[in-house]
C-alpha cells in the first residue's frame, strides 16, 4: 500500500514575477545611500515594503533572491556592488538579518494573521532581530580586520544613528502597502 503526498505548493508565475520585482526594489533601494561605517540606504524601506505588499513567504523569497543576486557578483547591494565579499564584509550581517528578518515575519504573520497590529510587531522585531545580528558580525569581523571593538562603540556606529530614520521607513512601508494593497491585487 503506497502513500502518495499532497503536491508540495508551488509559487504561480504572477508570484514569482512579484518575487523577482520586489527582489530589485531592494536592490533599487540598496542603491540610495549615504556613506558610512555601515552605509545609510533604504534597504530596510525596501525590505518592508516587499514583506507588507507580499506577505512572509514571497517576502522572504525576495530577500533570498536579492542576497543571491548580491552573491553571484550582481551589485545590488549599496554603493553598487556586489560579491561574496561584501556579504562577508563587516556589513554583511546586516544583509544576512534581512533574510531573518523575512523568516520572523513570515512566521508571526503565518501564525497570528496580518492585522496592522501583528505586521507593525512582526517587522519591529524582525528589525531587532537583524540588528542584533549585523552587529553581532560587525564586531567579529571588525575585530579581525581591526582590533578590538566594544559593544557600545558598535552600537553607536551600526544601530543608534539608524533608529529614529528605520522607524520612518517602516511606517512610509506600511502606509505605502496599505494603500497600495487596496488599488491592486499582490
Known amino acids: 500500500m503506497s502513500q502518495t503526498a499532497a503536491p508540495a505548493k508551488g509559487f504561480a508565475l504572477r ?3 512579484f518575487i523577482g520585482l520586489f527582489a530589485v526594489l531592494i536592490a533599487v533601494c540598496s542603491w540610495i545611500t549615504i556613506p558610512g561605517a555601515v552605509p545609510f540606504t533604504l534597504q530596510t524601506f525596501g525590505v518592508f515594503c516587499t514583506l507588507g505588499m507580499l506577505g512572509g513567504r514571497r517576502g522572504t523569497c525576495a530577500i533570498l533572491v536579492y ?8 551589485p545590488v547591494f549599496s554603493g553598487f ?15 544576512l538579518g534581512f533574510l531573518l528578518m523575512g523568516l520572523l515575519y513570515w512566521l508571526m504573520t503565518r501564525l497570528t494573521g496580518s492585522s496592522l497590529p501583528v505586521m507593525i510587531l512582526a517587522m ?4 531587532a532581530v537583524c540588528y542584533t545580528f549585523g552587529t553581532i558580525w560587525f564586531l567579529q569581523v571588525y575585530t579581525r580586520q581591526k582590533g578590538a571593538i566594544t559593544l557600545m562603540a558598535a552600537l553607536w556606529s551600526c544601530v543608534f544613528p539608524f533608529l529614529i530614520p528605520d522607524g520612518i521607513k517602516l511606517a ?3 502606509l505605502l502597502t496599505k494603500r497600495l ?4 491585487r499582490i
Open 15 to 17: 508570484d514569482l514575477a
Open 181 to 184: 494593497t487596496r488599488q491592486f
Open 172 to 174: 512610509l512601508a506600511l
Open 124 to 127: 519591529v522585531l524582525g528589525l
Open 67 to 74: 542576497i543571491l543576486l548580491g552573491i553571484v557578483g550582481i
Open 81 to 95: 556592488t556586489g560579491g561574496i565579499g561584501q556579504l562577508l564584509g563587516m556589513t554583511g550581517g546586516y544583509i
